[in-house]
């Protein structure tokens, strides 16, 4: 006789979170069907910032009782709901909402980010009737709500199979947010094929790495493969495969090198409200898999597997630093730079202790801020033809293009000023606090010497922030074939998710303390 069906039991409540965003993104979906197109916008809007607030909430109403019991194992052992898969998601959906006011703002010419019909070819009639009927494309809401979702999952997988499937429901809607830009289209479009095919590989070397891991140890579930690994005795051609092959899909995402390929050309080409959103709020959610990965199941094998994540580590500070110092193009420079934060983020990772948990945490937090707010002010920054209405052509990115800027805007330039020197470790932001986070956790853990590589790449990349500073506050402007940069007018969205950035990133850098004794409490993963 078979065993009968046993219905498993299911804690909605700490679901809550993730259900409230996914929940709002499959309702957008159906807005779009059924809402007639000249409501469909603020009905979006404030469905995905509702959906993202209440997030928030259901956050802050788990928390007291995730902290005292050290979490939970929910949809039998699919999701752990610990401590660090908490703060992860509320950091995502506070994120999520930041990015989304700067999605949703539109200038005083009513232009928002995004082509007005994606699928028509660039530059067809098709393409012009779109834009003369000012289209709007509103799946931009729900898709990054979807995404959102799966980056919430995603830290707080419990198994390897959860961990796949929330990596494709966050991954699909970026590449196709990569690829609606409303002006460089086809520029746009290339990069979202990029971010597709080499995400595409990132996935299969993911999917033959789970495979491998279980034909190791007969599951799926990170807790059971970790029981595994204790025991094993000597080298495993299995274990090592799949853990170096898991290893691979996820430092693919958070763009360590040489897994760093995808990262200048998709931010470069994805609109740059979309751009913010990924380099935030896709990091944040990568190396919260990383790290319950790493501190789960690596410490049995930390001399075999560590003495790699080192060298990876080395490489993509080094490397993200030196090519960042050549660039002439504002969101090339911010996506090396953001290349060089992965290598200062994996410092902590591989330190292997509780304070390296904390820090990279904390870590995480001041950077989703700093770049969320730093690409919110680039989204501003235009080319317009001077002469009779002085016509917006595009986005201001050559670094040459911001000479000047502090003069003519001192005060969206000082934001920037800001975000750049927290982006440096400058003290008093909090950038500085986050690293001296992670290289502190570093030398706890013995690895003193990846501290060491960490701090003199900092001070070469402080090179390339203040040079951009220079050029904005102290450099005389040099006109260009009638054009000049300017800071676009808009609705005044942006300017809210700047100005929480800003505030952020001050306190966190001038009262870190609150806050690094939470994550130091909750710095425990449930095995």
């Keep these: 006789m078979t065993a009968a069906f046993v219905a498993p039991t299911i804690d909605w409540a700490y679901l809550a979170p993730v259900a409230i965003v996914l929940g709002a993104g499959v309702l957008g979906v159906l807005v779009e069907a059924f809402v007639p197109a000249a409501s469909r916008r603020a009905v979006q809007l404030g469905l995905a910032l509702a959906a993202t607030a209440g997030a928030v909430v259901a956050v802050a109403a788990l928390w007291s009782d995730v902290a005292a019991s050290g979490g939970t194992v929910v949809l039998g052992g699919s999701m752990i709901i610990d401590a660090p898969a908490l703060l992860l998601q509320g950091a995502l959906a506070v994120l999520g909402l930041l990015s989304l006011l700067v999605v949703a703002d539109r200038t005083d010419a009513g232009e928002d980010a995004f082509a007005p019909s994606v699928a028509a070819v660039p530059g067809s009639d098709y393409e012009t009737l779109a834009t003369t009927r000012g289209l709007q494309q509103t799946e931009v809401y729900p898709l990054v709500l979807l995404a959102l979702g799966g980056m919430m999952v995603f830290p707080a997988a419990g198994d390897l199979l959860t961990l796949f499937v929330a990596l494709e429901v966050f991954s699909l809607p970026l590449y196709l947010l990569s690829g609606m830009a409303r002006r460089r289209r086809l520029f746009s479009q290339e990069a979202s094929l990029k971010y597709f095919l080499l995400g595409a590989f990132a996935s299969a070397f993911l999917l033959f790495g789970i495979a491998l891991l279980y034909g190791f140890a007969g599951s799926i579930r990170l807790s059971e493969i970790a029981l595994a690994t204790a025991g094993v005795v000597g080298l495993d051609p299995l274990l090592l495969g799949g853990v170096v092959l898991v290893a691979v899909g996820l430092l693919f995402k958070v763009g360590a090198v040489p897994f760093h390929s995808w990262t200048p050309d998709v931010y470069q080409g994805a609109p740059t409200p979309i751009t913010g959103f990924m380099a935030a709020c896709t990091k944040i959610a990568a190396f919260g898999a990383l790290l319950r990965f790493t501190y789960v199941l690596l410490p049995p094998l930390a001399w075999d597997i560590m003495p790699l994540l080192w060298g990876v580590a080395v490489l993509t500070m080094l490397v ?59 989204s501003l920054v235009r080319e317009s033809i001077e002469g009779p209405g002085g016509a917006v052509v595009g986005e201001a990115n050559g670094i040459t293009q911001w000479t000047g800027l502090g003069r003519r805007h001192p005060v969206l330039a000082g934001a920037f000023t800001l975000f750049l020197l927290s982006f440096a470790g400058i003290p008093l932001t909090a950038g500085f606090i986050g690293k001296f986070a992670v290289f502190s956790a570093a030398v706890d853990g013995g690895v003193g010497w990846l501290a060491v590589v960490g701090v003199l790449a900092s001070a070469a990349a402080v090179f ?40 952020g990133t001050v306190l966190l850098g001038i009262l870190p303390s609150p806050v690094l004794t939470m994550l130091a409490d909750a710095a425990v993963f449930l095995p």
């Design 320 to 378: 993200g630093t030196v090519v960042a110092i050549v660039q002439t193009d504002v969101k090339r420079l911010l996506a090396y730079s953001s290349i060089a934060h992965a290598g200062f983020v994996l410092v902590g990772v591989v330190a292997l202790t509780r304070s390296g948990i904390s820090g990279v945490l904390f870590y995480l937090i001041a950077y989703g801020l700093t770049t969320i707010g730093a690409f919110a002010v680039v």
């Design 464 to 503: 390339f922030y203040v040079r951009l500073i220079v050029l904005m506050f102290f450099t005389d402007p040099v006109g260009t074939a009638g054009e000049r940069t300017i800071a676009v007018r808009s609705e005044g969205l942006t300017t809210v998710a700047i100005g929480a950035a800003v505030v």
